[in-house]
């Protein structure tokens, strides 16, 4: 298949192309009746909106939302095992679930009866696989929803499915070649893993293959390895997010700037410690409202995933928000002058610049203020001339923050197994 007829095309083209204004309405009219389902079926929810002080009709807007607290994947399995197996969250009885998953930490998750319950046939369509393709899928098809849930929705769209699942390099190599298959969904660190290994057994990845597409979820994808998968093997990637509680979230078009929010929930990036609306650019929690859901009608969750989203509009023509970069999780943050910084980003920073072996950013209090640095150590033969400027740049885009910079030699980072050093002192 021609790669534009890949790019081209919405699952829904009404729904995603609706004027922000227009879908905002029908977001907020779905929330007012999930509130009111939410409230009659599921007693964990009825609890939230009473601890604060609302009643369903009290919520009518995106805004209003906030007055209602965060539900955070990390308590899940407390409040499951408080009020077995699904927390009270759970709007029917057992007897109306497809499928019951048990996923890491032992979360349990419902699978409803409705079709496309995960939301993510659409996420396929627009990530780019059409009907005929015949799709690798890697993610695991026991306890957790991973496989089933990408499986059913393939092939609702008209995808042939191989069950892969996870492990098994070779078979999987196998299965690509002699299958002729064309597309692959899984973490992007397996297809690699997959190429490579084809490579070693000698063949040509990209003459003897016939893979046209992969999509990629659950890990991060970096730019250098897209590029790679992308330039030498020929293969459209594309990504999305999507968790075992509440399924498909966003997802890229074929503009590669960013995750649309999907069209049926709601999602939110948040201070994490206050559960305040942020805006766009500023990084915080990834929270979200399953709308109309009878099953799971789970009202700001807290996914733990954080980001930050841009609202500018998508020459794909789809309206909704998108979400960036994803940066880390929320229990590896630092927060600064207010902003939350986190590892992967110092990372992220220092990666930028081959003059830098190392790098640390550490956070300091002076006069009841935040005083960030950012300490580099140069790899062997390389100058600082000129670099300072340059790595401050990097720092204020990727981190949001101004950090003064120093080159310092090895021997001078305290810790060096931390990305991040808080030296503040609470007293
Ligand atoms: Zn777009």
Redesign the pocket.
Known sequence: MKKDERLRGYYDEELETLSWKEKRRLLEQRLQRTLALAFERAPAMREKLEAAGVGPTDIRSLEDLQSLSITPKSKMRQLQQSSPPFGGFLGVGLDQLRRIYSSPGVIFDPEGLQADYWRLQGVFFNTGFRPGDRVLNTFSYHLTPGGLMCDEALAGIGCTVVPGGIGNTETQVQLLAELKLTGFVGVPSFLQTIIERAEQDGRDFRREFHLEIAVTAGEMLSDSSRRSLEEDYGILVRQFLATADVGGIAY????K??M?FVDYRIVEVVNPETGMQLGPGQIGEVVVTLLENPVYPLIRFGTGDLSYYEEAP?????TSP?LMKLVGRVDQVTKVRGMFIHPSQVEEVAAAFPEIQSAQAVVEREEERDRLSFRAVLAKGSSPEGLALSLQEKIRSVLKLRAGVEFVGEEDIQAPEKRILDLRKWE
């Open positions: 890229e078009c074929a503009e700037n960013g649309h998508c020459p794909c023509g789809r998108r």
